[in-house]
């Protein structure tokens, strides 16, 4: 089945305690893509990679690290988790940049105390 | 710069009633793609259409019809004889030029309640 994995699912952690977010996707997509939603603020995109080895920032990227060394894999870095990254978190994957239809993940929610 | 507004933040009505979620978008680019998401409660966002700019016919996929008007900027989204199956967010998109890249802006959403 076509899709788009995200781990954990749901996620309380403590201020500044490192952790990583799993995404991965088997339809053989370019892009990928990392969003967060907040009420009232839709989605907005914190980065995305447009193939191996070629990341950038979206619109909201501080406070995050993203890496792209396989086709499949775009893990979100939260290096020092602040309250305000508590949010709900997708994965997005298409084919290519931009036209394409972007498949999305179950969404990881994060609560930072 | 691009945007999308979706004025509605929450709608109510009763099953079997038709109901129209409005959509706004602003984009200075010729060729864009519209989109339109459902998220149900269970908090997964399911795709339900892309339309390119070129193409303003209007598309019916069972219960479920938009209306693409470029004159006015809107991406209308009808559900015809809701049901409770219905009740979910609703996000409009815009996959537009943004500093150089194609991103997709989503607008804030409507949410739908379908009263049994």
């Known amino acids: 089945e076509a899709q788009v994995t995200q781990n954990p699912r749901y996620l309380i952690t403590v201020t500044g305690k490192k952790l990583t977010v799993t995404c991965s996707q088997n339809?053989?997509?370019?892009?990928m893509s990392w969003y967060r939603q907040d009420p009232g603020l839709g989605l907005r995109q914190i980065y995305y990679?447009?193939?191996?080895?070629?990341?950038d920032k979206g619109d909201v990227p501080e406070g995050y690290k993203v890496s792209r060394k396989e086709k499949r894999n775009f893990p979100l870095i939260l290096e020092s988790p602040s309250p305000n990254q508590t949010s709900l978190y997708f994965c997005?994957?298409?084919?290519?940049?931009?036209?394409?239809?972007?498949?999305f993940g179950p969404g990881t929610r994060l609560l930072v105390l | 710069a691009q945007k999308v507004t979706q004025a509605q933040t929450e709608i109510s009505v009763v099953e079997k009633e038709d109901v129209t979620l409005d959509c706004v978008y602003e984009?200075?680019?010729?060729?864009?793609?519209l989109f339109w998401y459902k998220q149900p409660p269970s908090g997964e966002l399911v795709f339900l259409i892309r339309?390119?700019?070129?193409?303003?016919q209007n598309e019916i996929s069972g219960r479920y019809s938009w209306n693409f008007q470029k004159s006015t900027s809107s991406f209308n989204f009808t559900i015809t004889a809701s049901q409770v199956v219905d009740s979910a967010v609703y996000f409009c998109?815009?996959?537009?030029?943004?500093?150089?890249?194609?991103?997709?802006?989503f607008g804030s959403g409507t949410r739908l309640q379908v009263q049994p």
């Open positions: 339309r390119n700019s070129f193409d303003e």
């Open positions: 998109a815009l996959s537009g030029p943004i500093g150089g890249r194609r991103a997709l802006t």
């Open positions: 984009t200075r680019d010729t060729t864009y793609y």
């Open positions: 990679s447009m193939n191996v080895e070629v990341t």
């Open positions: 997005a994957s298409s084919l290519f940049e931009g036209w394409e239809t972007q498949y």
């Open positions: 339809m053989n997509h370019e892009y």
